[in-house]
């Protein structure tokens, strides 16, 4: 069973500077490299991105399921003494390490299966 959160993603904007460094379009470049021109396999699939004029908005983190899921937590327990839980769930790309880390929501507005 899955589902899908939209438009509560959280603003990158808004993030610690250690996450808002795997932003794709700041960790990779056009051609699916890290911007210093190595390799990497997070940003596998990113080559065109540069070429959409939404990919320089967009709130999506160029890391792996794993990453995504602990900067999740970190999160919410970086937040958790204040009662603000920021991170409530993540979505992530089939095949790509495409990650959003979303707001909570009350519930669930699209199902997948």
Do not use: W
Request: proline residues 5%; charged residues 20%; hydrophobic residues 30%.
């Amino acid at each position: 069973n899955g589902v899908f959160a939209p438009h509560n993603n959280i603003d990158v904007d808004d993030m610690p500077d250690e996450i808002k460094a795997h932003r794709c379009t700041t960790k990779c470049s056009q051609f699916g490299l890290l911007a210093d021109g190595t390799a990497s396999a997070d940003c596998r699939g990113f080559e065109n991105c540069h070429a959409d004029p939404l990919c320089d908005a967009s709130n999506t983190l160029c890391v792996p399921r794993e990453t995504c899921e602990e900067f999740c937590s970190h999160l919410s327990e970086a937040n958790s003494f204040s009662g603000n839980l920021l991170c409530g769930s993540i979505d992530m790309h089939r095949v790509y390490p495409r990650c959003y880390l979303n707001t909570p929501y009350a519930t669930a507005q699209c199902d997948l299966d």
